[in-house]
């Protein structure tokens, strides 16, 4: 079966804003088009792609033609831009074609497989939505009436048909149609209806980019979450550096750096969720330029190689796991020195802590253990 996708690319529409078509503004970086175009293009049953384009656009067009990819220039309708993409098929063998309009740039390649396998029983195939919302008639901007549902349908594209039937229903037919499924019908096809899909929505006011882009970025989002642990012996000392703060202590902890085990544990936690290594891997403890190191260095450098790799930090959290010193006076301001280290808000930093209970060697005061984790987001 070969099968060709026309997409509709050819109208002047403005009222989405903007000052070029709306099938040429951007959206998530792309053109509109560029959306569709990929959603074809990702479907091995798709042979072929037709772009029927205004003449004024083919100079933009051209990167996106090539291979299985090229343009006709459209009519003065939509109906004749149809009709001029259907005759450019001729004597290229398609037995099915699925006409789109690049105004639903969210079309999936899922919906398309669907109506695909729907050709093969009907000669005519189409996606479309059941309305469930009430339906009023209004006079003015007071409801005048309501209008029954039942049987009511939002038609969607692509719309799909055997080649040969679709190019003589259009050849045959004289007026503007609101889709091709009305030509189809007025040439006495009946066409399938296949289940849309609410994404693949139509383009057409200003917000409906701003719901295409939210739908677009939850697509691509990625969360990543990562762990990190660390222990620190205690040795002879006045003070030690916890989670970025200095508390005075009557002993010290022991380490190549500032020993600020629960910076450590934050450090690991944040390589960990973009598999990027460990903090030792990093800062060598047999590498003397980090003897004595605040550990700031570590955690900063942790931040921006996830910064560097797409991610941004969502959330951090830390738990200290000690008999002493007291970590509750203190959280306050170990979760403001973290938070403005990895440049994030107070509310996404929590510092805690906990006693072993006596327990092992955090209980028999030999040392102060931590635990971290870090959620990322793909930015
Ligand atoms: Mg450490």
Redesign the pocket.
Known sequence: MTIAAIIVAAGRGVRAGGEVPKQWQMLAGEPVLTHSVRAFAKVAAVDQIVLVLHGDDMGRAVKMLGGQITAVTGGATRAQSVRAALEALAGRGVRHVMIHDAARPLVSPGLIGRLIAALENADAAAPALPLTDALWRADGTLVAGTMPRDGLWRAQTPQCFAYDAILAAHRAYDGLPADDVEVARAAGLSVQIVAGEERNLKLTFPADFERAETILRSDGMDIRTGTGF?V?RFRAGDHLWLCGVKLPFDRGLE?HSD?D?GM?ALTDAIYGAVAGGD?GQHFPPTELRWKGAASHIFLRHAAELAAEMGYRISNADVTLICEKPRIGPHSAAMRAALADIIGLDLTRVSVKATTSERLGFTGREEGIAAMASATLVSA
């Open positions: 660390d620190h380490g020993a085990v450590h903090i």
